[in-house]
Nanobody, 122 residues
Framework: QVRLVESGGGLVQAGGSLGLSCAAS????????MGWFRQAPGKEREFVAG????????DYADSVKGRFTISRDNAKNTVYLQMNSLKPEDTAVYYC???????????????WGRGTQVTVSS
């Protein structure tokens, strides 16, 4: 079992930056593929970014490519999402997720956090 806790959300103006963190705890949590997803009001949850166990593979949704950066520190069992040049359309609840393998952008993750709200004002 892996427990995921997100932090770092908040309110920011368009063009600003925010950094999210996801602290993982539990059995061999550092061996999981990690991903960030988001869900805006009235919309389906969508893939944002994902990273492989070693960090060698990183994938991003087209909508955030060049603005967001995913990284991980396996020694701290933490995954990060640095979000720059934020836009109002980035407003959503952001979820951290973990799974044992597979493509990082597929939503077949086994464990999910409770989410953190990100609001970007225009």
């Amino acid at each position: 079992q892996v427990r995921l806790v997100e932090s770092g959300g908040g309110l920011v103006q368009a063009g600003g930056s925010l950094g999210l963190s996801c602290a993982a705890s539990g059995r061999t949590s550092s061996r999981y593929v990690m991903g960030w997803f988001r869900q805006a009001p009235g919309k389906e949850r969508e893939f944002v970014a994902g990273i492989s166990v070693t960090g060698g593979i990183r994938d991003y949704a087209d909508s955030v490519k060049g603005r967001f950066t995913i990284s991980r520190d396996n020694a701290k069992n933490t995954v990060y999402l640095q979000m720059n040049s934020l836009k109002p359309e980035d407003t959503a609840v952001y979820y951290c997720a973990a799974k044992t393998g597979g493509l990082v952008r597929l939503s077949d993750y086994d464990y999910w956090g409770r989410g953190t709200q990100v609001t970007v004002s225009s």
